[in-house]
Structures are given as structure tokens and as C-alpha cells.
């Protein structure tokens, strides 16, 4: 019942931006945790960012400093602004909410992932 849509990915030189967005539907009364991973070919998929209900914000390392994430909790929806983009960036961006409440019960969901490849 629950579908995550990503959009926003593609192709951008090296030191550019890029905007992810994911949107959640359904029967939705909550999502605890909101964010992004990441996984890219012969790597462990890692988190990227995400964000809590209130507010509370977790970062990789790697993308301190050049990534924000935000959120809009009326339109279940969460963004990635990406900048200052490396070619270490490259990889499947995955969509990801952690503790989602339905009228079915509470249950974990994961995006189909959107391309992002840096060029340097």
C-alpha cells in the first residue's frame, strides 16, 4: 500500500548540484525516520542522511558539510540537496522510511533508487 517515488536523479560534472526528492503514499499516519542511502557497484549500501519526525538530522561523513536534507511531514515527502558533488558521490540513491504507521500496522519501506553519476 505504501509506494515511495524518487526523482531527481541523473547525470552532473564533478563540483555540481543535484536535488533528490522521495514521496511517500498511501495510508500514511506517520513515518518515524526519513532519509536517503546510497549503494554503488561492489559497495555496502550506507547511509547517506536522514531525519526524524522532529527534526533530529544524521549525516554521513562523507557528505558533511555538502548535503542537506529537509523535510515536509504534511507531504510525507523528503529532499537531498546535493553539492559540490565528487565522483566518489556515483551511486543508486535509495529512498528509505524507518517505523511507518498505517491503518495495517507499522512496517519498514525502501525506495526503488535513482542514478546519480558524477563525472569528473
Known amino acids: 500500500q505504501v509506494q515511495l517515488e524518487e526523482s531527481g536523479g541523473g547525470l552532473v560534472q564533478a563540483g555540481g548540484s543535484l536535488r533528490l526528492s522521495c514521496t511517500a503514499s498511501?495510508?500514511?499516519?506517520?513515518?518515524?525516520?526519513i532519509g536517503w542511502y546510497r549503494q554503488a557497484p561492489g559497495k555496502q549500501r550506507e547511509l547517506v542522511a536522514r531525519?526524524?519526525?522532529?527534526?533530529?538530522?544524521t549525516y554521513a561523513d562523507s557528505v558533511m558539510g555538502r548535503f542537506t536534507i529537509s523535510r515536509d511531514n504534511a507531504k510525507n515527502t523528503v529532499y537531498l540537496q546535493m553539492n559540490s558533488l565528487k565522483a566518489g558521490d556515483t551511486a543508486v540513491y535509495l529512498c528509505?522510511?524507518?517505523?511507518?504507521?498505517?491503518?495495517?500496522?507499522?512496517?519498514?519501506?525502501w525506495g526503488q533508487g535513482t542514478q546519480v553519476t558524477v563525472s569528473s
Open positions: 528509505y522510511t524507518d517505523r511507518v504507521a498505517t491503518t495495517e500496522g507499522v512496517s519498514d519501506y
Open positions: 498511501g495510508r500514511i499516519l506517520s513515518i518515524a525516520i
Open positions: 531525519m526524524t519526525r522532529d527534526g533530529r538530522v
